[in-house]
Structure formats: C-alpha cells, structure tokens
C-alpha cells in the first residue's frame, strides 16, 4: 500500500512544471489553495477543473500513475459525498427512499466539495510530484527569507529540514537492522493483540532513539569541525534561477483568479 | 624544528568530572608533509588529542600551535580552516543531501562565493574519483565512497592538514584500502600533512612515523619499522601486530632465512619467493 501512495513522492521526468523555480511552485500551490474556495457554481469550478488538469498534463507525470496514487483518497471523497448527501436539506427533493431522502442543494453541496478536495489535493500532489524535497526546503527558506528581519530562525528550520530529509532513509535503514536484531532475540513484531503489538514497539523505539541522539551528536561535531556557526556569512550551493516560465505560470494563475471572481455568483 | 605545522607543547586534558588525566603532559611536533600515525588502544588518549587538536576541547594545561597560530577560543575557527578532519561513521558527517551539496557545505560556512564554489567542489571530487556521484544521494554509496566524499568535503576547504579520527574503522576492508589508497595519492600530489588516528597497525605500517600512545602519554615514537620491532611489548598494549610482521616472525623461529620484519605481505612474498634462488 505504501508503495503506492503518491503523497511526497518526487517523479524524475522532463518536464516545464519539473523545470520550474520552487519559489514560483510553492507560491502557486498557496494561492491556489485561497482561490478554490471561491469557486462556488458549475462554471467557477470547471475554470479550475480546466486549470488544474492543464496542470498535469504539463507536468508529464503519467495520470494514470497519478490516479493510482490517491486511490486512497477518493475513499475519503466518497465519504464527504456521501455525508453531504445525507446532511444538507436545501432545494427540492430529488428523490426518496424510505427514510433517505436526497435534497437537490445536497448532491450539489457533495458534488461540489469533493471536487474542491480532490482538486487541492492534485494540485498539493503535483508539488511534490515535481519538486524534490530539498527544492521545496530552499525555496521555502528563499520566501521565509523577510522573516529573518522579525527573528524568525528561517535559515535553522531549513537546514533542520534539510538534514531531517537526509537522514530518513539512513534511519529507515537503521530500524530495519534493530527490527532484525531484535527479532533474534525473540520479539514478534508481526502478530499478537493490539496492546502486544503496542509492546513489541518499545525494544525497536528506544535503541533507535539512542543512536539518532548519538548521531545528532557526532553530526553536529562533524558539523562544527567543518566550520559551521549558524546562518551568518554563509553562501548557498544551491542556486534558485526564476525564469520567465514562471512569471508567465504566475500569470496564467492570476488569469483564473480573475475568471473566477467574474464568474461566481 | 621549523617546518612543524603542529606543535604540542606540555599538554594536559582531564575530561569534566574524571579523575583521571586523558592526556597527561603530551609534547609532540608534527612536520609539514609527512604521514604521522597516532596508535594506541581504547583510552589511550589518542581520539582525546584528534578532539583537542580542532579545538572541540581545549587543553586543561599547555599550548597547541596550529601553522604558527596559538589554539585559542579567539582562533578556532582560524586553525579549523588549517585542519580538516574526518571521523568514523560515514553516516554521521555526511550533511548535505546530496554528495556536491555535501562537498559545499563546508565552503558555505566559509562564505565562499558560488562560482568559486562550484569550481572548488569539482575538482576536489575528481580529486578522490567521485566525480561521476555528483548527484547521488547517501544513501547510495558505500561507506568507503561516503568517506571518499568526506575527504573531498575537506579538500574543498584547502587546509595544510588532514586529521583522520579512525576513519577506516567502520569499513570493509576494500572500503578501507580505497579511502587509504585516495590519501596517499592526495598526500604525494599536494604535500599535505596527514595525521591518522587509527588502532590498526596495518594502516599505521604505511605511515612514516607512528606515535605510540598509552595511558595518556606518549609511549614510543618511531619509523614503522622501529616500532614492530617491539612485537610482544604492543600486544601488551593491546594493539594487534600486523599479519605480514606476525608472519615473518613465525617463519624466523621456523629457521627460515628471514632477516627483518617485514610490514607489507608483498615484501614478506618477495623476500620468500627469491630467497632460495639467492642461494
């Protein structure tokens, strides 16, 4: 199941949405979040279906792929659709069977909900889809950047970031070996009650908590031995290169912002 | 003694609530472009001086000069831009996400501008042959590549000194041979300094000197051959005699033809395999 789950998997293709600034992605993602709440009748909410599905074609990531990914989602699509067809008691009646009686405003509501939610949750998707996490933490620590003024850490919580992601696989890693080790030693992770299950967690919990605090410790060491004293006086590597592919994307979002408050009612 | 880049003058380290001294009047000088092998057992004090040495602690007694500079709280991070230090786990020194992102990161702390950098991170990864992994993740590399790249994060930074914190400990033994082999290339090709803390003696046979260390103090100095020929006084100190000097012993007491210890198998087997055509 795992393996199939999209959310925060990065697909290394060719693509305009792949060659894109991260600051232009993330700054994208986030107004459009704003502007999908106002879209509120057919035509408004097909102006964004149109937008975003533009979107995945132009990111190259096979949609097929995409849908495969969030068929866990749509569960949760279906059960917001559902709901709004049981609980909104607006417009004429549609139609009646038995107790369950679906009102008109109510498969509207549901419809037009989940279309909301299964919009966002694609556009969040073609983020991460197309951007590599350390992308996502650069750009986040370019825009943050004002905040620095207010004393906002902006330049620790990147490189906090930053080493998180690094580490994870070595810690997925390391977790596997623990599993193995204790699994020699007779824990059963794999069967029992809940509250069995719950107690085999503690002997892979705590040797992995130690090492990661030993590695913490020796990484920072390391770190100081190569000249690291926080963010002053520091240059980036890592070089953000806005081009006119984005100004024009942040355009075309500003188009259908403006399509959107010509059109709602 | 004036081609020392490091001069330990009469240094003393206890750690923060031990009675005992880590290190107990240490003096030593370290000369501009040789190999220096600190050895010694657990606790001897070896990893203590690495620590002292890039000023991660500072001695409770005695000076440390650093490339003429006094080691003080003012001039750390002067005299870390002279030393470049490699530790024991792969892992835990790789900072960057990726192995050019890993090779910056010491020059962004050092505010090197970027095209500068960019330059910098090249060749110094063609410098330990891993060029081609620019892009590759951690995750993907073999411990003796992740230390590869931890040297090459060094070289980036161009100090005088490369100090090696048991850095082949953690590996295999082909892992071991390419990060030592990487250092003796980058030791003839830009007469750096290298001082190797190690407890294998076999490492330690390439050098040329070794520094013995023992209960905080320095114990013997010496060639490497000065100092196998102590045999039976290192196992003592808990230190393993490398195969091929183990080797030729056992063969002298046979009443084989063997006149020295030899420190590298390829000797051993040449000495052997001409020995009885000489005759």
């Not at chain 1, 607006?90 to 509501?109: A, P």
């Not at chain 1, 909900?113 to 694609?122: A, C, E, G, H, V």
């Not at chain 2, 001294?21 to 600190?38: K, M, R, Y």
Request: charged share 20%.
């Amino acid at each position: 199941m795992m393996e199939k789950m999209i959310i925060g998997r990065y697909i290394p293709v060719e693509s305009p949405l792949h060659r894109m600034d991260p600051r232009a992605k993330l700054m994208i993602v986030f107004l459009f979040v704003c502007i999908v709440f106002l879209a509120n009748n057919a035509i408004t909410y097909g102006i964004l279906a149109v937008y975003t599905f533009l979107m995945v074609f132009a990111s190259k990531v096979p949609f097929r792929y995409i849908m495969g990914g969030l068929k866990i989602v749509f569960w949760l699509i279906l059960f917001t659709m559902i709901l709004h067809l049981f609980l909104t008691k607006e417009g004429d009646i549609l139609f009646q069977w038995g107790w369950f009686t679906v009102y008109e405003g109510g498969l509207r509501q549901g419809i037009f909900i989940s279309m909301r939610f299964f919009l966002l949750i694609l556009m969040t998707s073609l983020l991460t889809l197309t951007t590599t996490p350390i992308e996502i933490t650069d750009g986040l620590e370019e825009l943050l950047g004002p905040l620095k003024k207010f004393k906002f850490p902006v330049h620790e919580l990147a490189l906090m970031m930053s080493i998180s992601l690094r580490f994870i696989p070595t810690l997925m890693d390391e977790t596997d070996k623990i599993m193995k080790a204790q699994t020699a030693r007779g824990v059963d992770f794999s069967g029992g009650t809940i509250k069995e299950r719950i107690n085999s967690i503690i002997p892979l919990l705590i040797p992995l908590f130690i090492s990661s605090f030993k590695r913490a410790e020796e990484l920072a060491v390391a770190m100081e031995a190569r000249g690291y004293r926080g963010g002053e006086g520091r240059t980036k590597y890592r070089l953000l290169q806005w081009s006119l592919l984005d100004t024009g994307m942040l355009i075309l979002l500003a188009l259908v912002t403006l399509l959107l408050a010509v059109f709602r009612m | 003694m004036t081609d020392a880049v490091v001069r330990i003058e009469n240094v003393s380290f206890k750690y923060d609530g031990q009675s005992d001294f880590a290190l107990n009047n240490v003096s030593l000088h370290i000369n501009d472009g040789e190999w220096l092998a600190i050895v010694g057992h657990n606790g001897s004090g070896k990893s203590t001086m690495a620590k002292l040495l890039n000023g991660l602690q500072t001695p409770s007694e005695g000076s440390i000069q650093i490339c003429g500079i006094e080691l003080t709280e003012e001039t750390v991070w002067d005299t870390r831009k002279q030393i470049g230090m490699v530790f024991q786990n792969p892992d835990n020194q790789f900072v960057g996400s990726t192995v050019q992102d890993d090779v910056a990161f010491g020059l962004e702390n050092n505010g090197v501008p970027r095209e500068e950098m960019v330059q910098r991170v090249k060749t110094s990864l063609e410098k330990v042959k891993m060029d081609k992994f620019l892009d590759q993740e951690p995750h993907h590399l073999s411990g003796g590549q992740k230390q590869r790249v931890a040297i090459a994060g060094v070289l980036a930074l161009r100090p005088k000194i490369i100090l090696l914190d048991e850095a082949t400990s953690m590996l295999d033994p082909r892992g071991r041979e390419e990060v030592l082999q990487t250092i003796r290339e980058l030791k003839e090709s830009n007469q750096m300094t290298v001082v190797s803390i190690t407890h294998d003696l076999e490492e330690a046979a390439k050098a040329d000197r070794i520094i013995v260390m023992n209960k905080g103090q320095l114990y013997r100095e010496g060639t490497p051959e000065e100092i196998f020929q102590m045999d039976e006084e290192l196992v003592e100190l808990g230190l393993d005699i490398p195969f091929p000097v183990k080797m030729s012993k056992l063969l002298k007491s046979k009443g084989i033809p063997i006149n020295k210890h030899y420190l590298t198998e390829e000797e051993l087997v040449a000495q052997l395999w001409t020995s009885h055509s000489n005759k």
